[in-house]
């Protein structure tokens, strides 16, 4: 399949090209061709298959032009070797657990498919070294760090605003070593995004190195993340509760509600969407407005959504083709504050004993707020509440169990190497590196 770029300024790529490349050489995001439909039979039987059946068949719609069948299947079992169970809540309402994954968030998904995929690349092509960029604000370092983490031919260069993500977060990806190497920007998300989209425009560095992108701008990192609304809607299907289903996704860059609206374009029967937003709600006023207004992000409880101008929006106003009414009539979104998110966490742990993390907060709640009688809701639980322990532990006054995958993590010493928001330094660093 050919992939364009969203700026329409680009050649058309072919899947490989797309995944080593990240952006277009327009600054455009990569884009499919076309979003083909699964047959009715697939929907019909889909509560019969096991997580790793439904995602095979959704990524052979995807990419199983590019990709032998076994080789692809072999990296969609890989990358899945765990559960995301839909848990239920309150009575029409789901959480959809993404954290039973290597670093307990739903990054592990699209993290662990891109770097077997890109591995694949690699090999086929017998390529010396890929070196990957990704600017985190929390989770996405984490994920992409540990699923490259030892990949043969490819370096990771994790970006991270310094005091800006939590402990456990940062030592996720500061502790590992090997091809990994973690950057500790004095600055927001946003200025490490700005750096890494900077560096793959850079003509000197580009000729130097061979860099890609691990963000969700990359499409092996974001499509992937479809697979797990299918299996919701397996899941919700064997309950018999499938029928007017509504997902509501936590959302900062994007990339997650964009591989769900890929999902519906492919047939999924969900009704609609809602974008939960914290105080960076950039997208919630464009529905409201109709316009589109980044401003730099500002610092909140649940920081993995702290992002001032979602790199995906581009990817959302292309699959609707500029249109508001048309991206407004699928979906609806909200906003909460830091003391409104606080109050979710508290009053849902002492109302039902599940206990969600400031993310999930957002998606709770924009649920108990807007379903309707005869609906179901499932909301994304992006990330296990340990990740966000001296949060979730000061809202709700208990001590919250740190599961062992964290606490290996924990022990391990910080390295990490300390960077101005510079353009100039960040490019002599990468040159001499």
Known sequence: MKYYSTNRQAPDATLEEAVVRGLAGDKGLYMPRSIKPLPASFYEHIEQLSFQEIAYQVAEAFFGEDVPAETLKQIVYDTLSFDVPAVQV????????LFHGPTLAFKDVGGRFMARLLGYFIRKEGKKQVNVLVATSGDTGSAVANGFLGVEGIH????????????????QFTTLGKNITAIEVDGTFDDCQALVKS????????????????????????????FYYFYAYAQMKKLGKADRLVICVPSGNFGNITAGLFGKRMG???????AANNRNDIFYQYLKTGKYSPRPSVATIANAMDVGDPSNFARIL????????????????????????????QQTYEETGYLLDPHGACGYRALAENLQPGETGVFLETAHPAKFLQT???IIGKEVKIPEKLQAFMRGEKQSVPMSKEFADFKEYLLNY
């Open 199 to 226: 560096a793959f425009m850079d003509k000197e560095l580009n000729e130097h190195m061979l860099l890609t992108s691990a963000n969700s701008i990359n499409v092996a990192r974001f499509l992937p993340q479809a």
């Open 392 to 394: 979730v532990e000061s």
């Open 268 to 274: 999924l029967p969900v009704e609609r969407f809602i």
């Open 156 to 171: 990771v260069f994790v970006l991270y605003p310094k005091g800006k993500v939590s402990e456990i977060q940062e030592k």
């Open 90 to 97: 309150k009575d029409h309402i789901y959480s959809l657990e």
């Open 318 to 345: 292309d699959l609707y083709a500029g249109s508001h009414e048309a991206i407004a009539a699928e979906i609806s979104g909200e906003t909460y504050t830091d003391e409104e998110i606080r109050q979710t966490v």
